[in-house]
């Protein structure tokens, strides 16, 4: 089954920081809460990046970059599963990918 899931409707409009000891909204919330659940749940999770205030870079590696160096994914895994849309940052996917090949370094 493929899933999409808005950020900005279902988690916050005001991602927060890296770690959850730091903030509402973290990274490190995002990733453990929602992201996991999907991944595990789902063939293929759409995620729209559109409608929020902006995303901190920590909140961004922290996200998507810990799926690989706290929860064990490949990066084929993720190659395959997810997939990031954005009208209004189209340059997030590409930095949201660096972060996910960094990460397996």
């Keep these: 089954m493929t899933i999409k899931y808005s950020i900005a409707k279902e988690f916050s409009k ?15 919330e995002f990733r453990e809460t929602v992201l996991l659940k999907l991944l595990k749940e789902n063939d293929k999770v759409i995620i729209d990046l559109d409608g ?14 810990g799926l690989i160096r706290e929860a064990g994914f490949s990066l084929a895994d993720l190659r395959q599963k997810i997939i990031l849309v954005s009208d209004e940052q189209p340059e997030l996917i590409e930095e949201i990918m660096e972060y996910i090949e960094n990460a397996r370094e």
């Design 14 to 28: 005001f991602p927060g920081p890296r770690y959850s000891n730091l903030g509402k909204h973290s990274g490190q």
């Design 52 to 65: 929020t205030m902006g995303f901190g870079s920590s909140f961004l590696e922290e996200a998507f970059g």
